[in-house]
């Protein structure tokens, strides 16, 4: 917390000069331990891409059969489930509402899958055809995710693109499996490969960013700097009385 003598509570004056001479006397005054986060959609989008990759390639018949999700279930379980889980578990240590809830539910979703095809594998269950059951599944995160995308508007053009797509896949596969329509599987598989390249390069310009300390991708980013070789602007909520505490990441 930060304490400050009534003497030396900043200026009430109005206007641009007063909220420019709030934000000195802020950085000047305040005293704060801060515990700082490294980016978690970091983690959470690399784990996403690589999971979608492996996964949706196999849906549409790049490699392998049906009896190849089997062996795909651990990788996606544990990329796609459980680091982006964390991710999401992070993302609310940085008050980021949007990541903690994409993250979290796809984190969810990867770890059902893996826990769906580890029973089927085993012999627990069989799979049926067509999968009405995971379709509904599908239309149930393309949804929240739809809704992911239009929140994402805020933030940048790359995390857009990828809930964007990402719920686009999801109502493809959604329709296909639970109308039994083959080309509707197949084109959400497609989609699903180009969300997660799209994955792979945002969380790409995130790590460069983090590790240069400057812009070195683009991602198209609606607030701050989104030029290569600018800074990142540093946000901090003064005005919400948590000089120093910046939101989001």
Known sequence: MT???R?????RGGGHDGHDGEFEFWRNHAHISLQPVAAPSILGLFGYAAATFVVATNLAGWYGNANTQTFLF????MLGGLAQFLAGMWAYRARDGLATAMHGIWGAFWLSYGILYLLIAIGVLVQPTPF???GFWFAALAAITWSGAFAALAENIGLTLVLGTLAAGASCLAVGQIADISPWRTAGAYI????????????TAMMLEGTF???ILPIGKLRGP???GREPRQVIQFMAGEPGIKVGQ
Do not use: D, E, K
């Not at 003497?7 to 200026?11: I, K």
């Not at 651990?74 to 379980?77: D, E, Q, R, S």
């Not at 699903?192 to 969380?203: D, E, P």
């Open 192 to 203: 699903l490969i180009a969300s997660a390249v799209v994955a792979w390069y945002t969380a």
């Open 74 to 77: 651990p990788f996606a379980a």
């Open 7 to 11: 003497s030396a509570q900043p200026g």
């Open 226 to 228: 989104n030029v290569p």
């Open 3 to 5: 304490h400050m003598s």
């Open 213 to 215: 300390r400057r812009v």
């Open 132 to 134: 009405v059951a995971l």
